[in-house]
């Protein structure tokens, strides 16, 4: 499996997902399932919602969740299984955006708390 961990702040105004900036992992398969855990800490937003979910290399957005974390820092987790992958170098990527441009998503608000991806090939 393949590990990648921060403690930096993130944040986006961006009603598309965005990357969650140094917090993805590659890894070469022998092809079979790919299983995502991720946690976010230090979410928060103020009059809006933020939406975390994965992504696998350039594919569509998955497992996205909603969460509206006003003013007190929460913590978003996601389990997802990708099945029949090919055998080849793969990328899984933390991505967040929120639902009203006027407004700001953080992940790891104030640099108080930690996020951590682990992926895993599961045959």
């Known amino acids: 499996g393949t590990f990648d961990s921060i403690t930096t702040e993130v944040s986006t105004s961006s009603t598309s997902y965005v990357d969650v900036t140094n917090l993805a992992v590659t890894l070469t398969t022998t092809g079979g399932d790919l299983v995502a855990w991720l946690s976010l800490g230090?979410?928060?937003?103020?009059?809006?919602?933020?939406?975390?979910?994965?992504?696998?290399?350039?594919?569509?957005?998955?497992d996205d969740k909603a969460s509206q974390p006003n003013g007190?820092?929460?913590?978003?987790?996601?389990?997802?299984?990708?099945?029949s992958v090919s055998s080849a170098a793969h990328t899984i990527k933390a991505r967040i955006k929120q639902t009203n441009?006027?407004?700001?998503?953080?992940?790891?608000?104030?640099?108080?708390?930690?996020?951590?991806l682990l992926v895993m090939e599961v045959t």
């Not at 006027?102 to 951590?116: D, G, I, K, L, P």
């Open 42 to 62: 230090g979410c928060e937003v103020t009059g809006s919602a933020i939406v975390s979910a994965l992504q696998l290399d350039s594919d569509a957005e998955v």
């Open 72 to 83: 007190l820092p929460a913590e978003i987790s996601h389990v997802y299984r990708w099945t």
């Open 101 to 116: 441009g006027e407004q700001t998503a953080y992940v790891c608000r104030s640099n108080m708390s930690s996020s951590t």
